[in-house]
């Protein structure tokens, strides 16, 4: 198992926990989260606070915009750019 | 309802909702009334698609009277069908688009709708709940294939929208007909239907706005949704004042800051919960240079100090107004911004052509200081609850302090919340006379909790309870006690609750205990319940 994809099982695991649409319409890594309604604002602030919190990321206002948080995998894609940006700055 | 002997015209009297429309289209013929994304529409555009929808209504049968459900995330359509069912004589049902099936299908059942408006996202969601809808005759939504179900048809919105009959429809009501149900919460069951009158909804739009200091030309935001009483008061003011609404669906507070900017609004509403959106850390509206705002109010619970003071730094030249209403009477009291320092706290006085006694729990009126529930007078006082009896006459009652003479003549709105003044007659909010909860805004009864939690079987006694949020306002905490000791899992529960409520209703955290502690007599002890979840160090979440 690639570290992306152990991101993807908690990143999942996270969404069917809080939001019921995505537990009605078992979401899976590419189903769009923010179109179809499954993640509104209060939301998007939860999920923010969650990867900081379980990834150790810092996210910043820029990062903030629909593409980043569309479906699962774009959120990984997010943790894992934040992550080797943070490597290569240490 | 049974057509009596109505006038020849209405004289260009402004007596319907949708004469406020009506009134704007001819007087301002070229004026903005409404964007939405791409979509701009005129007064007169406006006007013309809602009496297109409105004479394809009653071409299709809705009558005066008749209940009309709309389920729209913000969008143009919404408003034009809006009017359109008031302009067909039929009362409009605006419905929370957060609401899940469940929910939507207790509304449609309690009001009895004829028909739905919805768009194509809300059909694909709500198509199945239909066929519990008996009432129902009629769904209308863009792109709907025209297909017969057992007992409702679908319809296609775009080609009644795109043209018809463009004539004004005949005035069918009077002002103290229904125009309008709002579904809100109380403290026990299910969601209430509150019924507003044209009346209601007139005075609502003209004493509400009375202070606001509109200008011609001012453009509005709406984030909130019409099936929120502020929501659907942004509305109609705004048409009233031939400002312009500007209609918003965000999911980044970057998305809000873009659109005030980019759109010059000038007032902009909103809950608790969005302005700790707007001046989170991360949200640009710290940077941002916003020249053209120049108010913005508070409704739907009060705001926490903490945020205030973010707001005014973030925002030094906009006035912030501080309003305290509930749907039952519409709009009550306001803080006025030259007030908020003097009186931190405070909700403010009554509006104009409002007035507000303090009643103790002797049925008298209240000294300075002294707490008792706040009743509302005047009229925007809503008619009642649609099919209850029972419950309007306990919150809306006699006015208690009229001449035995003039008492019968009058209902007053018992709000159920405790109040204080000072000695300048401000008032502050204290607390609940009942559990009714605020979750972001939205009225939560913990009972209609509990009932959620019952339907899995798996439990024998559930307690649902507030816990103080500072961005939320409340959460829900749960406790509860499995049948026949069986073995019940939390997440099984969150999962069942996930299908069966909208996300603001879920309980936040879950705890299985063998028993749940009661009362000398018998009942679950709640405050006990609410102190163990006010405990230091109490986790607020199962994660």
Not at chain 2, 292 to 310: D, E, F, K, W
Not at chain 2, 442 to 466: C, F, H, N, Q
């Amino acid at each position: 198992m690639s570290g992306a994809d152990g991101f993807d099982a908690t990143i999942l695991a996270f969404l069917r926990d809080r939001f019921p649409f995505a537990r009605q319409r078992s979401v899976t890594r590419n189903d769009s989260l923010l179109e179809s309604g499954i993640v509104d604002s209060l939301g998007v602030l939860e999920l923010v606070e969650f990867l900081e919190r379980t990834f150790g990321i810092s996210i910043t206002e820029e990062d903030l915009v629909p593409k980043n948080f569309d479906s699962v995998g774009r959120m990984v894609d997010l943790v894992v750019q934040k992550r080797a940006g943070r490597g290569a700055a240490e | 309802m049974k057509p009596g002997i109505g006038p020849i015209d209405r004289c260009s009297m402004d007596y319907l909702v949708q004469h406020l429309l009506q009134t704007r289209a001819r007087s301002d013929v070229g004026r903005e009334a409404l964007v939405d994304g791409a979509t701009r529409l005129t007064y007169a555009e406006l006007e013309r698609l809602s009496n297109r929808l409105g004479n394809a209504l009653a071409g299709m049968g809705i009558r005066r009277g008749d209940r009309v459900a709309t389920f729209f995330r913000k969008s143009a359509d919404e408003v034009a069908a809006i009017f359109a069912i008031l302009k067909a004589g039929g009362a409009f049902v605006p419905v929370n688009p957060l609401l899940l099936p469940p929910q939507v299908s207790h509304i449609l059942n309690d009001c009895r709708v004829t028909a739905v408006i919805t768009d194509p996202a809300g059909l694909e969601f709500l198509k199945e709940m239909f066929a519990s809808v008996e009432s129902l005759r009629l769904v209308l939504a863009r792109g709907a294939r025209g297909s017969s179900e057992d007992r409702w048809r679908s319809v296609d919105l775009s080609p009644l929208l795109a043209e018809g009959n463009d004539a004004v429809p005949p005035d069918l009501c009077l002002s103290i007909d229904l125009a309008c149900i709002i579904y809100t919460s109380g403290s026990t069951g299910r969601s209430k239907g509150v019924m507003l009158s044209h009346g209601n909804i007139l005075a609502s739009a003209r004493l509400g706005s009375s202070y606001l200091d509109y200008r011609l030309d001012d453009r509005i935001l709406s984030i909130l949704p019409f099936s929120f009483d502020y929501g659907l008061f942004q509305l109609t003011s705004a048409f009233l004042h031939g400002a312009c609404l500007v209609l918003c669906t965000f999911r980044f507070p970057g998305e809000i800051v873009d659109l005030l900017r980019r759109e010059r609004i000038n007032g902009l509403g909103g809950v608790p919960t969005l302005w700790s959106l707007l001046t989170e850390k991360r949200s640009p509206l710290h940077q941002g240079v916003l020249p053209h705002l120049r108010y913005i109010t508070n409704s739907g619970a009060a705001l926490p100090q903490a945020v205030l003071r973010a707001l005014r730094a973030a925002l030094p030249d906009t006035r912030i107004y501080l309003m305290y209403g509930m749907t039952e009477a519409f709009r009550t009291t306001f803080l006025p911004p030259e007030e908020i320092d003097r009186r931190p706290g405070s909700i403010g006085k009554p509006l104009p052509d409002v007035e507000i006694y303090l009643v103790n729990d002797k049925g008298e009126p209240c000294a300075e200081d002294e707490i008792g529930e706040l009743v509302h007078r005047g009229p925007t006082v809503s008619m009642g609850y649609w099919g209850q009896p029972e419950a309007t006459e306990r919150m809306f009652r006699p006015n208690p302090f009229a001449p035995p003479e003039l008492r019968h003549a009058e209902r007053v709105c018992y709000s159920g919340d405790l109040v204080k003044r000072d000695a300048d007659g401000f008032l502050y909010f204290v607390g609940r006379r009942d559990a009714q909860l605020k979750c972001s805004g939205y009225r939560v009864s913990p009972t209609e909790v509990e009932e959620v939690l019952y339907e899995t079987g798996l439990l024998r006694e559930v307690a649902a309870i507030g816990v103080p949020d500072e961005l939320l306002g409340h959460t829900i905490r749960v406790f509860a006690s499995p049948r026949d000791g069986r073995e019940v899992r939390v997440d099984e529960l969150l999962d069942f609750c996930g299908r069966r409520m909208p996300r603001y209703m879920i309980p936040r955290r879950i705890d299985i205990l063998d028993d749940l502690p009661k009362t000398g007599s018998g009942k679950i002890n709640y405050p006990l319940l609410r102190q163990r979840a006010a405990a230091p160090g109490e986790p607020r979440g199962n994660d």
